[in-house]
């Protein structure tokens, strides 16, 4: 019990127990709205004290946040997905970079293309709780993305491979189909000059896949050729059939 002079204030100190917060502080029976709950506050002030006070206080389990993105300790090549996932406890209204998350789903997959920056902010009552990882990705081109989309590219020719990755057979391709050039942009869109308009969606999938236009096709790439298999049947045996290209010129599609 402290005695106040009438209109007075009164300074008072609140400290939970180890694995406790408080979570609401009651002036006679009822929260006052002039006292905010910090998360490490443990002084607060009642002003203006006019008549008898009680104060009452009520303790939760502390609430905690957990914001985990993997892979991690890495340079994320450039177009790969990371992991971004989230633990919380005794938290209502969480936020991943200000978009509201679903508590239940605990986690998403994403696509980088630049260095990203996560928050995690939870709330409940007054008290903000936050978690912050940071992803640095790779320069795009020497990522398996950029060699892909760095410069156009033209068939140079077809083929056939054993599911181990011996060459069984190449032809060459007509002087038509020499002709067409393809653009992978960096964008995620693929056209040909044979026909501008069209275009398809493309990503990579993982360090040996690429999907286009929901195709899942096997990708071999490196700065002067690409291979881009499905697998077929010959003669009763399951085979790579290989579209091999090279660079159509030495101009990238985005001179940036």
Known sequence: ????????????????????????????????????????ATSYLLTNITADVVLGVQFIPTPWIKLTVEPSGIVLPYGDTCTVSWEIANLSM???????????????????????????????????????????????TTSKFGLVSKYPWRYDSLGRSSLDGKVLKRWSV???????VYFYLREGILYSSKDSSRTNPWYILDENTIVINGS???????????????????????????MIFKHASDVPNDPD
């Open 94 to 140: 969480v936020y991943l970079n200000g978009e509201p998350v679903d508590t239940y789903r605990n986690k998403k997959v994403l696509r980088l293309f630049a260095d990203t920056k996560f928050t995690l902010t939870g709330h409940f009552g007054d008290y903000t709780f936050t978690d912050e990882k940071e992803v640095e990705v790779g320069d795009w």
């Open 174 to 180: 007509t002087p038509e189909e020499k002709d067409v």
């Open 216 to 242: 899942v096709r096997k990708l071999q790439v490196d700065d002067k050729q690409m291979i881009i298999s499905y697998q077929t049947e010959n003669h009763g045996e399951i085979v790579w059939f290989d």
């Open 1 to 40: 019990m402290a005695d106040v002079p009438t209109g007075e204030s009164c300074s008072f100190s609140i400290t939970p127990d180890p694995g406790h917060s408080l979570h609401a502080l009651l002036v006679n029976g009822s929260k006052d709205p002039a006292v905010t709950l910090t998360n490490s």
